[in-house]
């Protein structure tokens, strides 16, 4: 079987920012956007520069992806729908603006501060669990089958029961009926950001 990637983007987009809009930004941030909105992303980065805003960092993102350390704790603006990709951040900037219908809307510490509570509680409820399920997508740019079985012999070393799931769609649903107290998940990070019960592979601690 042939596996074709189409890239898609949003074209032809006359889409100007309110100076409002741009006012309610710092005057340095990163840049931010999701594949198909790159063409629009430019647009947007010419704007702001018109604005006085300075744009430090300029880049696609993806639910999973990391980036090098914020030395200067600069804010983000994401350019994306909904906030998947925005909250999916959270560990990495504590300020990040979202943009939503041609309106710039900052990220709520509340809401932020949410995630982490759920992500801290992942960790104390893997540290806690005797078996441990690990999750492997088959999805191209997600599977990581080597890490997992690694993992996997570090984790028996310790005392832990492991199982190792494999599966090319994540069915959260389906986990409550396999008798597995925590998920370590080796997949797209923003798996987890809805349950205290998954941790994602880069959360855990070293062993």
């Given amino acids: 079987m042939k596996i074709m990637f189409i890239e898609s983007k949003l074209k032809n987009i006359d889409f100007n920012l309110d100076k409002k809009e741009i006012s309610k930004l710092p005057k340095k941030i990163c840049l931010f956007y999701s594949i198909q909105y790159g063409d629009l992303a430019s647009s947007i980065k010419a704007q702001l520069l018109k604005a006085k805003v300075t744009v430090s960092k300029f880049e696609q993102v993806l639910g999973c992806?990391?980036?090098?350390?914020?030395?200067?704790?600069?804010?983000?603006?994401?350019?994306?729908?909904?906030?998947?990709?925005?909250?999916?951040?959270?560990?990495?900037?504590?300020?990040?603006?979202?943009?939503?219908?041609?309106?710039?809307?900052?990220?709520?510490?509340?809401?932020?501060?949410?995630?982490?509570?759920?992500?801290?509680?992942?960790?104390?409820?893997?540290?806690?669990?005797?078996?441990?399920?690990?999750?492997?997508?088959?999805?191209?740019?997600?599977?990581?089958?080597?890490?997992?079985?690694?993992?996997?012999?570090?984790?028996?070393?310790?005392?832990?029961?492991?199982?190792?799931?494999?599966?090319?769609?994540?069915?959260?649903?389906?986990f409550e009926n396999f008798n597995i107290q925590s998920w370590i998940n080796t997949a797209c990070s923003g798996l987890a950001n809805d349950s205290s019960k998954i941790i994602n592979f880069n959360e855990l601690p070293n062993f």
């Fill in 65 to 174: 992806s990391k980036f090098n350390t914020n030395k200067d704790k600069l804010p983000i603006l994401l350019i994306g729908s909904g906030r998947f990709h925005a909250i999916n951040l959270y560990s990495q900037f504590d300020e990040i603006y979202l943009l939503e219908s041609k309106k710039i809307v900052k990220i709520s510490k509340k809401e932020i501060e949410e995630v982490r509570a759920r992500r801290r509680g992942a960790l104390i409820n893997f540290l806690n669990a005797d078996r441990i399920g690990i999750l492997v997508s088959t999805k191209p740019g997600q599977e990581n089958m080597t890490q997992a079985e690694e993992l996997k012999k570090k984790l028996k070393k310790k005392g832990k029961q492991v199982y190792v799931f494999v599966s090319n769609n994540i069915d959260m649903n389906q």
